[in-house]
């Protein structure tokens, strides 16, 4: 047997047993998805019917999961079926169900330095962020992003939102 086939076996049975392709093939049912065996000991499901997460495809386990036809989305972007294997390996690495929390944190870390969910996301760069569809973005000063933050978060605590929050109370006037 290959070694790429030896890859794909051992992943396919680390994520059958940290439930990860369950959970997967269990969202592509609830979501209406059509499914059906792929390469590499994957599983496709295209025409899901939520539009939670938005992304062209997302992996859950070995389940690739897409609202989009599976076979007319791979005919454009001929690298993207590499990039969801890729981030089945990545469930895989992370035992399954801590990947959830590392790829939100790691889509975090890459809005706050870019502004953009993918482009400074670990598993995104990984996985190839071309062959996902997404375009690298330069970093941004974190200092402004930060301060922002604070601000916000300061204003939401208090209750105030600026000056002119609540300016015409009173007036008769829409206080838009």
């Known amino acids: 047997m290959a070694l790429g086939a030896d890859a794909d076996r051992v992943r396919h049975l680390a994520n059958w047993v940290n ?7 269990g969202i592509a049912a609830a979501g209406g998805a059509r499914v059906r065996r792929g390469p590499s000991r994957c599983y496709l499901a295209d025409h899901y019917r939520w539009s939670f997460p938005v992304a062209s495809a997302f992996t859950v386990g070995d389940v690739v999961i897409s609202r989009h036809d599976l076979d007319r989305l791979r005919a454009l972007r001929p690298g993207l079926l590499d990039h969801e294997l890729t981030h089945s390996r990545q469930w895989a690495l992370c035992l399954g169900l801590p990947f959830l929390p590392l790829y939100v944190a790691s889509m975090g870390w ?9 482009a400074r996301s670990l598993f995104e760069r990984g996985a190839g962020l071309e062959r996902g569809g997404y375009v690298d973005v330069p970093t941004r000063p974190l200092g402004p992003v930060l301060a922002r ?27 838009g």
């Open 110 to 118: 890459s809005w706050l330095r870019t502004g953009d969910r993918a």
């Open 149 to 175: 933050g604070v601000r916000s978060l300061g204003a939401a605590i208090t209750g105030r939102r600026g000056l002119e929050a609540g300016a015409g109370v009173g007036t008769g006037r829409p206080r």
């Open 19 to 25: 439930l990860s392709t369950p959970l997967g093939l």
